[in-house]
């Protein structure tokens, strides 16, 4: 019953939005290449997941997922946050390595667990503010705060924010930047499911100055902008998921001298470019997937 009137209300923006519907369940399994209605429009406005079989559909910024599976609220290790977004959905893969850090943030001083940011929406796809990413369920936002306790309310969890690792725009730490962010940091780089980790670029720096031994796993943490109150995790696609593309591999090495590039650029900013790429206008269902149709629609 209650899968029934999620759909019948998803049905009703669908239409308000411009789309067909003859009264039978949508099961479109082919995409029209003219379909220009706004995808975060509808993806956006979902409040639930489908039933289908767990799959990450297309690309982390242009796809979908089908099956997703909610991160529990609370746990013994974890805090999800900013719950009125309702993004803490995700494939399964996904919970099962969020449940897996956050039991090692646990071992260390000063850490109970880990606080969870976005992860994506019931069906993926594209949000309505904030993320590019995160629509194929396989993007983890995790907070740098390091949680003192895992029993906020839910007020708690909207009403407080994370903290700043930065200095000089994101050339440098700060001195809240501890040895404890790069051990955790170090351990979800580790992980074989995981592509790669977004960090601004100071921090990318901090620990290639500090790695020892094997320096593998600063492979996968690459600088980007933003990315100082949460470090980014993608996930690889999981195996099977046939219809889901994974972005390309970082380039062979520690990435170090690439990080040092990035603080260079902020502390001696390049002059601008002189043919900026134009905005790009918001993603369409037509520039999605063909099976994200079905998966929209799907009870």
Not at 190 to 208: E, H, N, Q, T
Request: charged share 20%; net charge positive; proline share 9%.
């Amino acid at each position: 019953m209650v899968r029934n009137a999620v759909l019948a209300s998803l049905l009703v923006i669908l239409t308000a939005c411009g789309g067909d519907n003859d009264g039978q369940n949508a099961t479109v399994s082919t995409q029209n290449t003219n379909d220009t209605r706004v995808a975060k429009e509808l993806f956006g406005r979902v409040p639930a997941n489908s039933s289908q079989r767990p799959e990450a559909v297309g690309g982390y910024a242009r796809g979908c997922q089908a099956g997703a599976v909610q991160l529990p609220e609370t746990g013994p290790t974890w805090q999800a946050m900013r719950l009125s977004r309702n993004r803490n959905w995700s494939q399964p893969i996904t919970v099962d390595y969020v449940k897996d850090l956050s039991r090692f943030a646990a071992t260390l001083p000063g850490w109970k667990g880990l606080y969870v940011g976005d992860m994506s929406q019931p069906r993926g796809g594209p949000m309505l503010t904030g993320h590019a990413s995160h629509q194929s369920g396989l993007d983890i936002d995790i907070w740098m705060l390091p949680p003192d306790r895992l029993n906020l309310t839910v007020q708690e969890r909207e009403d407080l924010s994370s903290i700043s690792m930065r200095r000089a725009a994101g050339a440098f730490t700060n001195d809240r930047w501890s040895p404890q962010h790069e051990a955790l940091l170090k351990a979800a780089a580790s992980d074989p499911r995981v592509a790669r980790i977004f960090v601004f670029p100071g921090a990318k720096v901090a620990m290639c100055n500090n790695a020892t031994g094997d320096r593998s796993w600063l492979n996968k943490i690459r600088p980007w902008w933003g990315h100082h109150y949460h470090f980014h995790v993608r996930l690889k696609c999981p195996a099977g998921d046939n219809n889901c593309t994974d972005q390309a591999p970082p380039p062979a090495g520690d990435g170090c001298a690439d990080a040092d590039r990035w603080v260079r650029d902020i502390l001696n900013p390049p002059p601008p470019n002189p043919n900026p790429r134009p905005p790009r206008g918001p993603v369409t269902m037509a520039q999605l997937p063909n099976q994200c149709s079905n998966i929209l629609t799907s009870e």
